[in-house]
T-cell receptor
Framework: LAKTTQPISMDSYEGQEVNITCSHN???????ITWYQQFPSQGPRFIIQ???TKVTNEVASLFIPADRKSSTLSLPRVSLSDTAVYYC?????????????FGSGTRLSIRP | EAQVTQNPRYLITVTGKKLTVTCSQN?????MSWYRQDPGLGLRQIYY???????DKGDVPEGYKVSRKEKRNFPLILESPSPNQTSLYFC???????????????FGAGSRLTVL
């Protein structure tokens, strides 16, 4: 499972666009990139997943450059309710190495 | 509704008193896993299971046991709980689908355990 590196924390204001970058230099050919959001005392929940280029859903966009060694989660026009911890995961649960390492995530704080 | 259900949600117990935290999913997922979350340490994997009767250790398995006798259930057993097992526990499940590496975890609501 590829190790990921994210900023520990970020601050922003309501209405701004927030971009959180994740570094995964050892990503394997079969690996997808998945982002989760976690609110205090709740389980993480899936936000978005991608393999290459750009993926967009109703919540966020995910930008993946051609070399796939990093990815950027983009949250458009954030609100106070977007305050949470965001985790980037890279890996494959089908292989024998099925340990899933979440890392410390990025603690995003949104201010009024 | 597709979900992962954990019970109990909150439990206070004493050192040495065996307890079981149940986890059940209704999505026919092959993969199930347990995590603990402690302040400053993030989510750490305890055990996981790729399918019925197939379990393996995660990063912090000491003091825990699991079993996977049925596909939908994956209980976490603390044979002799100690205070250092006071934590927030999460169960999660995922399909092992055709697209390798694209599986998404669904988490339960969490079980907050306090061992005195």
């Amino acid at each position: 499972l590829a190790k990921t590196t994210q900023p520990i924390s970020m601050d922003s204001y309501e209405g701004q666009e927030v971009n959180i970058t994740c570094s995964h230099n050892n990503i394997a050919t079969n690996d997808y990139i998945t982002w989760y959001q976690q609110f205090p005392s709740q389980g993480p929940r899936f936000i978005i997943q991608g393999y290459k280029t750009k993926v967009t859903n109703e919540v966020a966009s995910l930008f993946i450059p051609a070399d796939r060694k990093s990815s950027t989660l983009s949250l458009p026009r954030v609100s106070l309710s977007d305050t949470a911890v965001y985790y980037c995961l890279v890996g494959d649960m089908d292989s024998s190495a099925s340990k899933i390492i979440f890392g410390s995530g990025t603690r995003l704080s949104i201010r009024p | 509704e597709a979900q992962v259900t954990q019970n109990p949600r909150y439990l206070i117990t004493v050192t040495g008193k065996k307890l079981t935290v149940t986890c059940s999913q209704n999505m026919n997922h092959e993969y199930m896993s347990w995590y603990r979350q402690d302040p400053g340490l993030g989510l750490r994997q305890i055990y996981y299971s790729m399918n019925v009767e197939v379990t393996d250790k995660g990063d912090v398995p000491e003091g825990y046991k699991v079993s996977r006798k049925e596909k939908r259930n994956f209980p976490l057993i603390l044979e002799s709980p100690s205070p250092n097992q006071t934590s927030l526990y999460f169960c999660a499940s995922s399909p092992l689908g055709e697209i390798s590496g694209a599986n998404v975890l669904t988490f339960g609501a969490g079980s907050r355990l306090t061992v005195l």
